[in-house]
């Protein structure tokens, strides 16, 4: 792995791991009433939209370190992340600056088509979109050893990438989000872990 992937690999990891830390948060407490109305909408959307790009670039650097022979697995995995990346910048940049000061204006009716709720549109466009996310990973995971330090990398890219299909089929059946729930385990994981293993790279 030469220099300028190690180090770029390491800190997207460690800045979609951080902003992805920050989307649980926010969710967490929007669960629990600590944010409510529109405002809970922006502190869950704000820190995701940069998790999107980072783990697109993320993904790229997996992809230019990937063996010759495993180069397959880490491109398929790239096109599922470069998908999420697109699909949620827009879902999330169309939230930020179209949907919520309409909302804060007391004019969410002329954006209700475009609200961030359950059923809605752009809801679903999100939930493919995290489908893809989780896809990518379990794509890429071939990529990695089944042993040494990449086997826990790999294990935590599986692990990621099995929970896809519940976040998209929760759109149209709630009790999935349960399992798909698990995503606030295994993306922290995974993040840290390919981060400590471009700093190894880096550090060799």
Known sequence: MNMPTSRIGFWAAIIATVFGLAY?????????????????????LAP???????????????????PSERKIWATIGFGFALM?????SIVYFTELTVVIPRV??????????????????LFAVNGLAYGFMSMA????????????????????????GVIGPFIVGAVVWPPLTYIGALWIVTFPVMGILLAVLFRRAKAR
Do not use: K
Request: glycine content about 4%; proline content about 5%.
């Open 137 to 160: 990973a379990l794509f890429a995971a071939p990529v990695f050893a089944r042993l040494g330090p990449e086997a826990r990398v790999r294990w935590a890219m599986l692990a990621h």
């Open 104 to 121: 804060l204006r007391n004019e969410a009716e002329s954006v209700s088509v475009l609200l961030f709720e359950p059923g809605a549109f």
């Open 84 to 88: 999420y990346s697109v699909m949620n």
């Open 48 to 66: 995701s939209i940069v998790l999107a790009w980072s783990y697109m670039v993320l993904m790229a650097c997996v992809l230019d370190a990937a």
């Open 24 to 44: 649980i948060v926010a969710l967490l407490a929007t669960l629990t009433g600590a944010l409510v109305g529109p405002w809970a909408t922006f502190y869950q």
